[in-house]
């Protein structure tokens, strides 16, 4: 009987070294990866809260309770994304078709050879946009075969590094931009879409760089992205919609703090988690892929598609122009230390990719 409490102590131990440590404001890649597991770090604990209740005294409710405070800790992360929580961004009312945009934004997966099943889920869903992540020339390709007649307006950008994105909409582009934000490698795609109405909407495409050992050993680069949009996005108030996989989740600190900045909405809040990454593995999933509005939109629908061969699964989302309704919604907003820490994060991104440029040259 000495095995159990010594094994349970051992795992709430991790539990709550995993909790408290991405509380930590550092940019280490195994800090901020501690932020994602949020949902099987409370489970985790709630099955070690039970255990403990079988471990004689004077072991039980020490660790019981630290086990709770476990789970009350990644609760208060978690809650916003399931429905005991208010929901963010309002329903549409029926009608309005013309005013709506609907998109599926799916990351491919570049070795993955599954093209026929996500031509045959747009086709079947009939998006007014597609954007493809992880797409290279040989997606280009296949996607251009089945998408182009129909989804004539397109931006391609394909690559071999895991960041090539593809744009297919049948609703009109103009202004037109492939940017490469804080490094030269990691393109975004910027552009205004006419919708049926003719009111437009700018759509910003983003897959920032992960926090990973064999990408990026800390997550400036990700954060700095995020946030140069978010900025972007509150000196031009415009009706605007972020898309993308951010390699992040919704809970994080980076992306809370993107919507405090930008002034923008998560559909999912009050809605679900709708969690994209890893398609293959039910215990560890969390929300990667995402779709933020300004306060001028509705949500008619949002759906996570079936898996099609990648490691993420597609999202549908449709969307309202009705900005009649900004005024029912509670905009996150960011205070002037938020903004100036935004900003010096922008400027020490920026200065670190020059100097490694320098580096390399020299």
Sequence with gaps: MAILPIALAGAVALLLFATLVAKLPLRWWWIRACEFPRLQLAAAALVT???ALFVEPPWRWPLCLSSL???ALQARFILPWTRLWPIQMQDAEPGHENRCITLLIANVLTPNRQAPQLLEMIHHNDPDVVLTLESNEWWQTQLDAGLEEEWPHSVKVPLDNLYGMHL???LSLSNTEVKWLIQDD???IHTVVTLPCGDT???YALHPRPPAPNESEETLWRDAELLH?????HQDPTPAIVAGDLNDVAWSRTTRLFCRISGMLD???GRGMYS???????????PLDHVFTTEHFTLKTLKRLPHFGSDHFPILVTLCFRPSRSDEHETPEADADEHQWARKTIREANQREQQTKQDSIG
């Design 276 to 286: 994209t990454f890893h398609a293959s593995y039910h215990l560890l999933r969390w």
């Design 69 to 71: 405070l476990v789970v």
């Design 229 to 233: 949009v978010g900025e972007c996005i």
């Design 49 to 51: 809260a039970l255990l």
């Design 168 to 170: 297919y909409s049948r």
């Design 186 to 188: 990691i393109p975004s």
């Design 267 to 269: 559909p999912r809040q």
């Design 201 to 203: 909407l700018r759509l």
